[in-house]
Structures are given as C-alpha cells and as structure tokens.
C-alpha cells in the first residue's frame, strides 16, 4: 500500500509566517520527484517557488490560487512507495505474487503469504538536502496517517476505488472515474486480493486551528458543507455567512473562497440598501411634518461603495515596518541644498573614460552610495541598530547599503552587501542587478534583508524633497530629490546650476544633531566636490 505523505508549507526564513499562493505548479495525479517546485507563493519578501521534498504522486492540493495559508499549514499531499501496476480495476487471484515489492501494492509477498494489515508503511526516502531557508529533505522522520474513529467502509462496500473527503466516490485506478477533487484529504488505495477480507481504508484528515478538514464544525453540524479550507470557513464565520445556503462552485459543489466572498458582498449591498431605505424614509417623513417639497427627494442621492483593499503580501509588509519604525524609533530630520553640477561632470567623465563597450554607465546613485559609504565610515554612529532589551547601541562592523526600488508588486529594497569594500563602479552594476531582480519578482529573502544604512532617490519620481521613515531596524536614511537647474551664488556671481536637495532621517536615540548634521554636510560637500571624497579614501 502506498503511504500518504502531507506536505506543509515550510518555513521560508526571515520570520515570515505567512504565504499567498500564486500558482499551482502541478496538478492532482502529477507524478512529482523529489526537490520538484510544486508551487509558486508569494510572501512579503519575494516570489518563491517551493519545492516538494517527496517523490511520487501528487493526491490532494490544498488552498485556491490566492489563498493565503500559514507557515505549517498543508501544502499537499503525495502518495510514496506505490510501484507501477500495483493497482488494478479488478482484484488480484488468490495467492497471485505482486507485481512490486512485497507489501508495497496491496497484494501478496513472494512467497504467496499476505501482508498484514497493521504493519508499518514504508518510510520516505531521505530526500536531498536543504532546499530553502529554514526547510530541509535530509533525513525525514517517519511519518504514519492517523486513523480516524469510524472511518470509512471497506472501498468494495461503496465504490471501487477511492472516496474523497466529502464522500464522493470514485472508480478505480483503470476505471472510467476521476482521482482525488482538488481540495480532497486523502485518496483510498485499491481493495486487497480476493482472498484476504479488504480492511476498512484509513483516512486521513489535516488539522488546522483545531478543525479537521473534511468535518463541519460547530457553526454548521446541521446538515453536510461541501468546504474544505478552514480559512474558508473562518471568512465565513468572521461575516455570519450560513454555508449551508452557499451552492459551491468548485468540484462536485465545493465551496472556494470566492464564493464566499460573493456572499459578503451580496450581504453588504443588502445592509446598504436597507440602510438607504431607512434614510428615504426618515427623510420623507421630514419632508412632509415641515411640508417642505425639496427635502422629499433627498434620501434620493446615494454615495458609491468605498473600495477595500487587503494590506497583504508586499503592501502589508511595507505597513508594518513603515508602522514598526513610526512607533518605536523618535526619528529626525535634517536637510540642505547642494550644488550637484561638479558631480554630474565627472559622472560625465568616467563614462566616457570607460567607452560604449565597456558595460554599464556609472549612474548618479551608484556616486552618491559610494559617498554615503565614506561618510558612514566618519559617523559610524548612523551604521548601526537599537538592541531596546539590553538597552544598547549595537555599532555594526560593514556597510550592507539598501536602496529603494519601485516595482509592480510595490516598494522594496535590495540590499548592496559589503558596499563599504566596493568602488563606485562595483556598487552600480550590482544596483542593476539587483533593481532587475527586483522588477522579475525574483529577488530572494536574503536580498531584501540585513541592510544597515538605505539610499532612497525619490527624484526619480520628480519631486525635490522628502522626510524619509526610517527603514527599522536601521538608524538612519539619506534622501535624495531630484536634480535640476536653479539660480545659484557661485563664485560670488550668480549662475544657473545643477541643485539637488538632500535630507536625512536619523534615529535621535544613536546620536545628536551635531553627528547628523556632520555626517550631512560632508555627503553635501562631496556632491559639490568630488575632489573632497578622493582626499578621505
């Protein structure tokens, strides 16, 4: 008999909790092999292709495309160990040798005799090693199926073949019936050989916060929910949804997430609606005690639906720490003009030094990392991080340089590790690496983690200046707006120059404003003389 192995959404690291599937890689009755991506989630870090750490067929899926599951919850399950040809659509002759190995398939040993009914099942293979963060194939324990009280009769008593958590038979593995519904617990085995009494099949349902997938839970024992999702059935309690009067439109009238999201919406036009009528009324019974024929039509008039977006995934990643630092850090800011012009001269230089084939041009950012590098270098005070519990100031040793970068999928930043032992050139192909990383989506957690200081050019967005939240757990963040021609005192004469304003947020608690303001000037004096930034290497 083939032994049911369920997979649960690993740990990806980073402390994250949660995950949002995006795509389904495989499909129920997919033959998968070992370390195989089986799903594509979302998390609030990055995209993520999760491999499966079994090998063989894949029996059930748990969660909808868009569903977010927590980090433990089963992903889906996978049937181990079953040899070609170990299941047939009818059943095997008396005595008849199996056609793997002995007590892999149901059938009888070698020798003629039947394998017991309560012995073990196979043990996984040893998979292959550490595939992501946090989550390991090497060595895995051995796992058995819990057996439910009462389970199921004895597959020949209802169908040939297998039945899926909501009952719902299908034929045999040769027959003319479908495998496992998507969303289904388990898959039964086929029936023993004829001369051995077939036990009832096990059956095996996943627990998630305390419900058993396949049960009704105290909301709805009144009659059978064709619902698998326990996030699906908290939705509905969550808005007083009666599953029971939801047709589903999943498989054989399985209730998804989507429906039940259609009801609520159904449920809250019926409130507006009732609440507007209530307002038309109220209104009119004004309108004729004052005898006033202008207020009779003003219930008339009705708002539209404010729409609600859910905070997850990357946004709601962004909100918490956004939030995170708003509360937990008293932060400052300081700001100042600088003349650019000087900098955007050698930036012209070096590109042409380099010449068309040389690779990828030194960008403005590239020049002003590199110069936050040397000034962090001054002031280590702004490279560092707040330990609240020991109630210390932790001095980090090397500058990992984040900078903010805008995609699709929202704001992220990539971390330059190591900037501080990097050139200017070293800094800004890495910053294309990365920014194109970033807007494929495929950035890795470690990539958007451990920064110490952040660069964020919000010119690009073509606005002058800014008051940056901090990037927490970090100390300080440098902004910078746009640069453009203004009226400018040079050498005592007024002239036209290339400006740019830039400004500093910095936790209050790791320095003072004389630190801040020093580490400030000497970024805006090596914009306005490159020459200053050669003198301090």
């Excluded at 699906?232 to 029971?244: E, K, T």
């Excluded at 399985?254 to 109220?282: K, N, P, Q, W």
């Excluded at 905070?311 to 600088?338: H, Q, Y």
Aim: net charge negative.
């Amino acid at each position: 008999m083939a032994q049911v192995l369920e997979f649960k959404l690993p740990d990806l690291g980073e402390g994250l909790t949660e995950a949002e599937i995006v795509r389904w890689l495989v499909e129920v009755g997919d033959v998968v092999v070992i370390d195989q991506p089986v799903v594509e989630v979302e998390t609030a870090k990055a995209m993520v292709e999760v491999p499966c750490p079994y090998g063989g067929v894949v029996t059930a899926r748990f969660g909808e495309e868009g569903t977010e599951l927590p980090v433990g919850a089963p992903l889906l399950t996978v049937a181990v160990g079953a040899p070609e040809g170990s299941e047939t659509s009818g059943p095997a002759s008396p005595g008849a040798a199996s056609s793997g190995p002995a007590g892999a398939g149901g059938g009888a040993a070698a020798d003629g005799s039947s394998p017991s009914s309560g012995s073990a099942a196979p043990e996984p293979s040893d998979g292959s090693g550490n595939v992501l963060v946090g989550y390991g194939t090497g060595a895995p324990a051995a796992r058995r199926r819990r057996i439910r009280p009462g389970g199921l009769t004895s597959a020949r008593g209802s169908a040939a073949g297998g039945m899926s958590a909501h009952g719902s038979a299908h034929g045999s593995a040769h027959g003319s019936a479908p495998g496992p519904v998507h969303g289904s617990a388990t898959s039964v085995p086929a029936p023993a050989p004829a001369s051995i009494p077939a036990p009832a099949p096990a059956v095996t349902a996943p627990v998630v916060d305390g419900v058993e997938r396949g049960q009704p839970d105290a909301a709805d024992r009144q009659g059978p929910v064709a619902v698998v999702s326990p996030l699906v059935r908290r939705l509905a309690r969550q808005h007083d949804i009666d599953l029971r009067r939801l047709a589903g439109s999943g498989p054989d009238g399985l209730i998804l997430r989507a429906d039940v999201d259609a009801a609520i919406s159904r449920a809250e036009e019926t409130a507006r609606a009732a609440t507007r009528t209530a307002a038309g009324a109220a209104v009119a019974s004004a309108a004729a005690s004052h005898a006033s024929p202008v207020l009779a039509g003003a219930g008339a008039s009705t708002a539209p639906a404010a729409e609600r977006i859910p905070l997850r995934g990357v946004r709601g990643a962004v909100a918490d720490k956004l939030s995170r630092s708003r509360s937990e850090i008293p932060d400052a800011t300081c700001w100042v003009d600088a003349d650019a012009t000087e900098l955007m001269a050698v930036r012209a230089a070096m590109n042409a030094a380099t010449g068309p084939s040389a690779g990828p041009k030194v960008s403005v950012l590239a020049l002003l990392a590199r110069i936050c590098t040397a000034a962090l270098a001054r002031f280590p005070e702004l490279n560092s991080t707040v330990d609240t519990e020991a109630r210390e100031i932790v001095r980090l040793p090397g500058a990992h340089l984040g900078f903010a970068a805008q995609t699709e999928r929202g704001l992220v930043v990539p971390v330059v590790r190591d900037a501080h032992t990097r050139n200017a050139e070293s800094i800004g192909a890495e910053i294309a690496r990365l920014t194109e990383l970033a807007r494929t989506g495929k950035l890795s957690p470690s990539q958007l983690t451990g920064g110490t200081f952040t660069l964020n050019n919000y010119g690009v967005f073509g606005v002058d200046g800014s008051t940056p939240i901090i990037n927490h757990p970090e100390a300080a963040m440098l902004g910078v707006g746009r640069i453009m021609p203004k009226p400018w005192v040079h050498n005592g004469e007024l002239a036209v120059r290339q400006v740019v304003q830039l400004s500093l947020t910095f936790d209050h608690r790791v320095c003072d404003g004389g630190t801040a303001g020093g580490f400030l000037r000497y970024v805006a004096d090596c914009v306005e003389q490159p020459a200053v930034l050669l003198r301090s290497v």
